[in-house]
């Protein structure tokens, strides 16, 4: 009798802990500025990691798919050119762990607007030793925030 009692406290606390762990990995409770701000960070951490794959996950389907097209392009151009088979990938993480910083990118908020299943971000986006004011475009595909674009300020 006490085995199933001990084992039922056990799956029930699995349980729960499976469901804070999913309610914060799917970024419930959270409104729609902290999973901006969430994405801006998984995308940073991403690109100083020299993670590609990681780096596309950020960016809204469309544009996910037109860099993937790009880079598959100019992999199979730099294989059949040099005859080595060397990802876009791996170039981007050399590119990346070559840079000397340890935080490549950096993106510093100043201004959030949303407006329904779109919203921009103006800041400063550090890269390496350079500075410049950018907005960064995101759409919104379900509850996730997506970059779209990033580009000027003035540039909508």
Known sequence: MKKHGVLKSFLVLFLVVSGIILYEKMGLGKNDRELIED??????????????????????????????????????????????GISGGD????????????????????????????????????YGEDKMKIKIFFVKEGRTWYIKEIGNPEGR
């Open 39 to 84: 994405r801006i960070e998984e995308f940073t951490e991403a690109y100083n990691a020299g993670d590609y794959e990681e780096v596309l996950e950020s960016l809204d389907k469309k544009t996910r798919n037109t860099y993937k097209a790009a880079m598959n392009l100019g992999e199979s151009l730099f294989s059949g050119y040099t005859g080595y």
């Open 91 to 126: 170039l981007f993480a050399l590119g990346v762990g070559t840079s000397g910083f340890e935080d490549l990118l950096e993106f510093q908020m100043d201004d959030l607007s949303i407006a329904g299943d779109e919203a921009w971000a103006e800041g400063t986006l550090n």
